[in-house]
C-alpha cells in the first residue's frame, strides 16, 4: 500500500541552526502538507503546497519556514533558524486532489519527524 | 471553543465496552474526518464523512455528522486494548479554493484488557 514516508524520524540541532525534513509523498499525488503537534497539544497546520507553490500557510509558517519540491519524488520543509520552541513532531501529508464544489480531502500522513531544539 | 474540539479529553474503558468520543466545529465545512495516533507516532485516517451525509460505518466504527449542531460523535463498538491510541477529528475547511484540515486537541481513549 503506498504510503508517505519521513525522515529522518527524529533529529536534533542546536538553536539557531538550520534543518530540513524530507518527506515523500504518495506518488500520484498532487497536493501536499506539512503539519506540526507540540508536544501534547494539537496537531496544527503549517502550510499547503500545490503546482510547486503555496496555496495556504498559517500564521506558525513565517520567514523562517520554507518549503520546496526539489524534484519530482521529495518535499521538503526548511527552518532556516531553529528556536526551541520549534521542538514538535512535524507530520507531513499528502492528498489527492479532485478540484469540485467540494473536494472532501482524504489526506495521508507520514509517520513524522520529532525535532528537538537544543 | 475552537474548531474541531473533541470531548472527552480523555477516556478509560474496559475491553468490550463501547467508547463515544464527540467533536464540535465551529465553521462551515466540506467534510469531517476522524484520525487516531498512537503514542508518538503519525496519524492514520479512520473515516471521512461529508457535510451532505449523516452517518457512515467502518467495521467497528460508526460516525455520526450533525451540521445543524455542529457536532461528530464517534463510536468504537466492542473495544480491545489495541484501540488504545489519540483520537482526532478534522474538519475539511475550505480557504481560497483549496481545502486544509483543522485539526482538535484530541480524546486519549485507554482501554483496559
Known amino acids: 500500500e503506498p504510503e508517505v514516508t519521513q525522515t529522518p524520524s527524529h533529529q536534533v540541532t542546536q538553536m539557531g541552526q538550520e534543518v530540513i525534513l524530507r518527506c515523500v509523498p504518495i506518488?500520484?499525488?498532487?497536493?501536499f502538507y506539512w503539519y506540526r503537534q507540540i508536544l501534547g497539544q494539537k496537531v496544527e497546520f503549517l502550510v499547503s503546497?500545490?503546482?510547486?507553490?503555496?496555496?495556504?500557510k498559517s500564521e506558525i509558517f513565517d520567514d523562517q519556514f520554507s518549503v520546496e519540491r526539489p524534484d519530482g519524488s521529495n518535499f521538503t520543509l526548511k527552518i532556516r533558524s531553529t528556536k526551541l520552541e520549534d521542538s514538535a513532531m512535524y507530520f507531513c501529508?499528502?492528498?489527492?486532489?479532485?478540484?469540485?464544489?467540494?473536494?472532501?480531502?482524504?489526506?495521508?500522513f507520514g509517520q513524522g519527524t520529532r525535532l528537538t531544539v537544543v | 471553543s475552537q474548531q474541531g474540539e473533541e470531548d472527552p479529553q480523555a477516556l478509560s474503558i474496559q475491553e468490550g465496552e463501547n467508547a463515544t468520543m464527540n467533536c464540535s466545529y465551529k465553521t462551515s465545512i466540506n467534510n469531517l474526518q476522524w484520525y487516531r495516533q498512537n503514542s508518538g507516532r503519525g496519524l492514520v485516517h479512520l473515516i471521512l464523512?461529508?457535510?451532505?451525509?449523516r452517518e457512515k460505518h467502518s467495521g467497528r466504527l460508526r460516525v455520526t455528522l450533525d451540521t445543524s449542531k455542529k457536532s461528530s460523535s464517534l463510536l468504537i463498538t466492542a473495544s480491545r486494548a489495541a484501540d488504545t491510541a489519540s483520537y482526532f477529528c478534522a474538519t475539511g475547511v475550505e480557504q481560497g479554493g483549496s481545502e486544509k484540515l483543522v485539526f482538535g486537541k484530541g480524546t486519549k481513549l485507554t482501554v483496559n484488557p
Open positions: 501529508a499528502s492528498s489527492e486532489l479532485v478540484w469540485a464544489e467540494y473536494t472532501n480531502t482524504e489526506a495521508f
Open positions: 506518488s500520484n499525488h498532487l497536493y
Open positions: 503546497f500545490y503546482n510547486n507553490e503555496i496555496s495556504e
Open positions: 464523512i461529508r457535510s451532505n451525509e
